[in-house]
């Protein structure tokens, strides 16, 4: 049974920084490329970062990887997404997903998916 499991959501003002955690169980983690991916209200699901398995290498959504930063610990089966100067148009649930396919953008190819951390920002 593979179990995503985000944390780290919450209120923040504009400006301030966040990290949210992901663990995984029940895959051999460092097989699999992992991402972030955010859903905002009536929006469509946003890939945002994703970092591979073996290698580390990680890849950003353009216009937001200056306030990004994804990282892993095959070790302890998690995986981070540090944010920066957090914007209100930041508000979202964020989620952490797994694929096999290396460097996956579309959230087609994630075949695994937590349940969600809300992110609010205010003005």
């Known amino acids: 049974q593979v179990q995503l499991v985000e944390s780290g959501g919450g209120l923040v003002q504009a400006g301030d920084s966040l990290r949210l955690s992901c663990a995984a169980s029940g895959l051999t983690f460092s097989s699999w490329t992992m991402a972030w991916f955010r859903q905002a209200p009536g929006k469509e699901r946003e890939f945002l970062a994703g970092i591979t398995g073996n290698a580390g290498s990680t890849y950003y959504l353009g216009d937001i990887e200056g306030r990004l930063t994804i990282s892993r610990d095959n070790a302890q089966n998690t995986v981070h997404l540090q944010m920066n100067i957090l914007k209100p148009e930041d508000t979202a649930v964020y989620y952490c997903?797994?694929?096999?396919?290396?460097?996956?953008?579309?959230?087609?190819?994630?075949?695994?998916w937590g349940q969600g951390t809300q992110v609010t920002v205010s003005s």
């Open positions: 997903a797994a694929t096999t396919v290396i460097a996956a953008r579309q959230s087609k190819y994630y075949a695994y």
